[in-house]
Every structure is written in structure tokens, then in C-alpha cells.
T-cell receptor
């Protein structure tokens, strides 16, 4: 079983829809990261969370430490949000290395 | 700041050839790492460094060497290229592993093909 699981693997939605991407993990963590990989390949950090909720523009990230679960939400989605969204956890069980999810490929249709 | 730079962007090698992928950052980050990304898989850590002169192995270190003689540079050497090393390679850095200083900065990637 992977230590970091993302769902769904693929998501296609219409412009304007509310998007939720989930990340579950099975290890003890000090922080959880959400990153975005553009179609051209570049990877950009979106959020780093250790508790609660963070918001940046139309993106919201939440984490529930007790349930070992995080969600990334996109409000009023737009075609430019089309990308792969990656969850990674800073694992206390693995010498504080980052453990990566496989990513969620999001396509927003106009 | 240029951020994290990687060269080359593309490279084709023949089996058995050696080469060095370059990575540099100008943000005075202590922590640097090399990942490979293969289709359908998450990023996998090859080697990492927590400061100049200190390196350690990640999840998939075989066939790769690193060194960290300065804070800025963290080159990745392929000793004898194999087709299994065909992948996209990313270099990343962060100021530290703690708190808000753990924000990851990635280079643009190197697409390597080994024939």
C-alpha cells in the first residue's frame, strides 16, 4: 500500500465547477505539501500545511491531522487550472524525507 | 533571483555513456535534492544534501553520484547510462526542512533519453 494516496487519479470538469482533490497518508508527518505541475512540466509549490486551512486566491487547502487526510479545493475553476496536482508529506518515519503521491490530473473544459 | 536552474533541458545518451546534470540555486538554500519522474509514478528521490559537503542516498540512488562542494551547486552524475535511466530529472531546493522554510523550489527539469 502506498504511504500517500491521491484521489481521483484523473478528473475532468466544466469551467466554473468546484473541484476537490483528496490526499490520504499513513505515516506520521511534520507537514503536507500541495504542488502543481503544469502541462509544460514545471513544478510549483502551492501550499505547505501542518494544521488547519490555507487559502490563496481560488485555491483552498485543508488538513485533518487526526484523520491523516488533506483536500485541495479549487473554486470557480478555469481552463488554466488544468494541471497535475501533487500531494507530498514530510515524513517523520522516513528521516524527514518527502513522500510523494502519484498526482491527480485535472482537465477543466471551457 | 534566477531560482533553481538546471542544464541541459534535453539530453540523449547511448548506453554506457556518462554525463553530469547540473543544478544551481541562488537562494542560499541548505537543502537540495534530485528526483526522477517516470510516467504514472510519483517523484522518486535519488540523492539529497542538507548542506555543503553533506550528501545522502534517497530511494533510488543506484547508478547515480552526487557531490555538494558549494551551497549553490548540486550536480548529478550518471556513471554508465542505462535505458532504465530514461526519465525526467528534477532538482529541488528549500531553505530547510522546518516550517515555512520548507517551501520547495523546483528547477525546470531535464528530459533524458538513453538509447
Amino acid at each position: 500500500k502506498n504511504e500517500v494516496e491521491q484521489s481521483p487519479q484523473n478528473l475532468t470538469a466544466q469551467e466554473g465547477e468546484f473541484i476537490t482533490i483528496n490526499c490520504s497518508y499513513s505515516v506520521g508527518i511534520s507537514a503536507l505539501h500541495w504542488l502543481q505541475q503544469h502541462p509544460g512540466g514545471g513544478i510549483v509549490s502551492l501550499f505547505m500545511l501542518s494544521s488547519g486551512k490555507k487559502k490563496h486566491g481560488r485555491l483552498i487547502a485543508t488538513i485533518n491531522i487526526q484523520e491523516k487526510h488533506s483536500s485541495l479545493h479549487i473554486t470557480a475553476s478555469h481552463p488554466r487550472d488544468s494541471a497535475v496536482y501533487i500531494c507530498a508529506v514530510r515524513s517523520m518515519d522516513s528521516n524527514y524525507q518527502l513522500i510523494w503521491g502519484a498526482g491527480t490530473k485535472l482537465i477543466i473544459k471551457p | 533571483n534566477a531560482g533553481v536552474t538546471q542544464t541541459p533541458k534535453f539530453q540523449v545518451l547511448k548506453t554506457g555513456q556518462s554525463m553530469t546534470l547540473q543544478c544551481a540555486q541562488d537562494m542560499n538554500h541548505e537543502y537540495m535534492s534530485w528526483y526522477r519522474q517516470d510516467p504514472g509514478m510519483g517523484l522518486r528521490l535519488i540523492h539529497y544534501s542538507v548542506g555543503a559537503g553533506i550528501t545522502d542516498q534517497g530511494e533510488v540512488p543506484n547508478g547515480y553520484n552526487v557531490s555538494r562542494s558549494t551551497t549553490e551547486d548540486f550536480p548529478l552524475r550518471l556513471l554508465s547510462a542505462a535505458p532504465s535511466q530514461t526519465s525526467v530529472y528534477f532538482c529541488a531546493s528549500s531553505y530547510s526542512l522546518a516550517g515555512s522554510e520548507d517551501t520547495q523550489y523546483f528547477g525546470p527539469g531535464t528530459r533524458l533519453t538513453v538509447l
